[in-house]
Nanobody
Framework: QLQLVESGGGLVQPGGSLRLSCAASGFTLNYYVVAWFRQAPGKDYEGVSCISESGESTNFAESVEGRFTISRDFSKNMVYLQMNSLKPEDTAVYYC??????????????WGQGIPVTVSS
C-alpha cells in the first residue's frame, strides 16, 4: 500500500516549536519533491513549504518564512518540517504530499492523512 504518514503534531503554546515528520510506506520518497500543506477550519489548502528531490532547493510561504524549515533524510526515507515561533494562526491540519513538482496542491500524487497542530495558550 502506497501511503504517507505524518507524525509529530499536537498542542503547543504560542512561541513554542514542533517538528512534523512525513514517512513513506510502499515507495521511495527520495524520488519525489515533498511539500507540506495546511488547512485551517473553513479555509482552503495553503502551501507551507516544499523541498526538491535533491534537498538543495526549498521554498516557504511568506507567512512562515524565517520560522519554519524543511529537510529530508534520504537514509530514513523521511521529510521533516521544523516549526519554530509558532503562532495561533499556524493552527491547522498539516498534510505532507509527494509529487514531481513543487506546485499547486492538486498536482501531488500521494498524500498523508493529515495531522492536527493547535497553537494555543
Amino acid at each position: 500500500q502506497l501511503q504517507l504518514v505524518e507524525s509529530g503534531g499536537g498542542l503547543v503554546q504560542p512561541g513554542g516549536s514542533l517538528r512534523l515528520s512525513c514517512a513513506a510506506s510502499g515507495f521511495t520518497l527520495n524520488y519525489y519533491v515533498v511539500a507540506w500543506f495546511r488547512q485551517a477550519p473553513g479555509k482552503d489548502y495553503e502551501g507551507v513549504s516544499c523541498i526538491s528531490e535533491s534537498g538543495e532547493s526549498t521554498n516557504f510561504a511568506e507567512s512562515v518564512e524565517g520560522r519554519f524549515t524543511i529537510s529530508r533524510d534520504f537514509s530514513k526515507n523521511m521529510v521533516y518540517l521544523q516549526m519554530n515561533s509558532l503562532k495561533p494562526e499556524d493552527t491547522a491540519v498539516y498534510y505532507c504530499a509527494a509529487g514531481k513538482l513543487c506546485a499547486h496542491w492538486a498536482t501531488y500524487e500521494y498524500w498523508g492523512q493529515g495531522i492536527p497542530v493547535t497553537v494555543s495558550s
